[in-house]
């Protein structure tokens, strides 16, 4: 089943705690991306990779890492989280480098920063 | 800045009535205008998407209207279900090359029987 997987998908950490959320695409994708969610605000990206290591910021992108060493995994990083990212995550990835009618969105993580 | 404007915040309708969930732009090189569906738990989901040399693109009950000049589009549910009930993001993003999508504020629609 082709699908794109993020894992935890409930974490709750406390500031400053360096924290990863993994995602994985088993679609053998070149274009994947993260976005946050957040009431009021719809979904805004953070980064975004079109092949293995070639990254880019998105909108918001402060406090925020990511790698793509392998094809299929594009983990996302929080070095020292702060409570402003409190959020709902998800990671998207796409065949074709940017064409949205093809992306596919993960299950989501929701993180708590305490 | 909101590129992608998207009303209402919420929405109610009745079985049967029709959904509405309008949307504007204002960067004129938006050129692929799709709409999401998400409900609650899982991710957004691509349902419709259109591009503007056409004014309207129809998929089952599911209708975007597309408005150049005003540049505005909107998502028209007929005949709604319960089914229905979700949260639906308008977004618009720029063909070639890397395309980065704007996406809307979301719109949550609740079906009543």
């Known amino acids: 089943e082709a699908q794109v997987t993020q894992n935890p998908r409930y974490l709750i950490t406390v500031t400053g705690k360096k924290l990863t959320v993994t995602c994985s695409q088993n679609?053998?994708?070149?274009?994947m991306s993260w976005y946050r969610q957040d009431p009021g605000l719809g979904l805004r990206q953070i980064y975004y990779?079109?092949?293995?290591?070639?990254?880019d910021k998105g909108d918001v992108p402060e406090g925020y890492k990511v790698s793509r060493k392998e094809k299929r995994n594009f983990p996302l990083i929080l070095e020292s989280p702060s409570p402003n990212q409190t959020s709902l995550y998800f990671c998207?990835?796409?065949?074709?480098?940017?064409?949205?009618?093809?992306?596919?969105f993960g299950p989501g993580t929701r993180l708590t920063v305490l | 800045q909101q590129q992608v404007k998207q009303s209402p915040q919420s929405l109610i309708v009745q079985k049967g009535g029709i959904s509405i969930i309008n949307c504007a732009y204002e960067?004129?090189?938006?050129?692929?205008f799709p709409w999401y569906q998400q409900f609650p738990g899982k991710g957004p989901a691509l349902l419709i998407a259109?591009?503007?040399?056409?004014s309207e693109k129809k998929e089952g009950r599911f209708t975007i209207s597309f408005n150049k000049s005003a540049k505005q589009f909107s998502l028209h549910i007929m005949d709604s279900q319960p089914g229905d009930s979700a949260t639906y993001f308008c977004?618009?993003?720029?063909?070639?090359?890397?395309?980065?999508?704007?996406f809307g504020t979301g719109t949550k629609l609740q079906v009543i029987p």
């Open positions: 259109i591009r503007p040399d056409v």
């Open positions: 960067n004129t090189a938006f050129d692929y």
């Open positions: 998207a990835s796409s065949s074709i480098p940017g064409r949205t009618d093809t992306q596919y």
């Open positions: 977004a618009a993003t720029v063909s070639g090359g890397y395309q980065k999508v704007t």
């Open positions: 990779s079109m092949n293995v290591e070639v990254t």
């Open positions: 679609m053998n994708h070149e274009y």
